[in-house]
C-alpha cells in the first residue's frame, strides 16, 4: 500500500492511503450530469479514487451496444469480404457505417425480427438474383442475430435488397 500528498481545503497537504483497500474502505457518492461539457460533483473524501469524464460523443464502440459481424461472398469484386459493424454509437469497418444503422434502425420495430427468413410457403418468382451469399451475425436491439441471405429466388433477392447498404448493392 502506498500513499499519495492531497490538497487539503484551506490550503496544506496531507498524506493519504492508496492502492485498492484504501478504494474500496472510502465511501463515495458521485453524480455526473452530461450536456454540452461534462459536469461532475463528487461528495465524501474520495481518497484515491479519480474520475475521469469522457465527452458524450465518444466514437468508442460501447459494450453490449449493437454489433454486427457480415460476411460477403460471390458479390463481386469490391463487394465480398467481412465487415464489422457498430451502432449506437456508430464504428467499425463497414463501407457505409452511418447508412447501415440507419437503415437497420428504420427496420425496426418492437416484436418483428429484421433479420427473420423468408417465411415458409411463400409465394416468389423464380428470379434468380445471382450467387451471391452473405451471413449476418451478432446482436442488434439486444437480441442475438444469426441471419443468412441469398438471391435464389425473387422473395431471398427482396430481402436482400431491403437489407442495403449494410448488405452490397447488386445491380
Not at 5 to 25: D, E, F
Request: charged share 15%; glycine share 14%.
Amino acid at each position: 500500500m502506498g500513499s499519495v500528498l492531497s490538497g487539503v481545503p484551506g490550503g496544506g497537504w496531507r498524506r493519504i492511503r492508496t492502492g485498492l483497500a484504501a478504494a474500496l474502505a472510502v465511501p463515495f457518492t458521485a453524480s455526473v450530469s452530461v450536456a454540452a461539457s461534462v459536469a461532475v460533483s463528487v461528495s465524501a473524501p474520495l481518497s484515491a479514487v479519480a474520475l475521469a469524464a469522457v465527452p458524450a460523443a465518444a466514437a468508442v464502440p460501447v459494450p453490449g451496444g449493437d454489433h454486427l459481424t457480415v460476411v460477403v461472398r460471390h458479390a463481386g469484386a469490391g463487394r465480398d469480404g467481412t465487415y464489422e459493424l457498430f451502432c449506437h454509437p456508430g464504428g467499425g469497418h463497414h463501407p457505409d457505417v452511418e447508412g447501415a444503422c440507419r437503415g437497420l434502425d428504420a427496420q425496426t420495430q418492437w416484436g418483428r425480427d429484421v433479420f427473420a427468413p423468408v417465411p415458409p410457403g411463400s409465394v416468389c418468382s423464380m428470379i434468380y438474383g445471382g450467387p451471391a451469399t452473405a451471413r449476418v451475425t451478432g446482436r442488434w436491439a439486444g437480441r442475438p442475430v444469426d441471419a443468412s441471405f441469398g438471391r435464389g429466388n425473387g422473395c431471398e433477392t427482396a430481402r436482400w435488397d431491403r437489407m442495403v447498404p449494410l448488405l452490397p448493392k447488386i445491380t
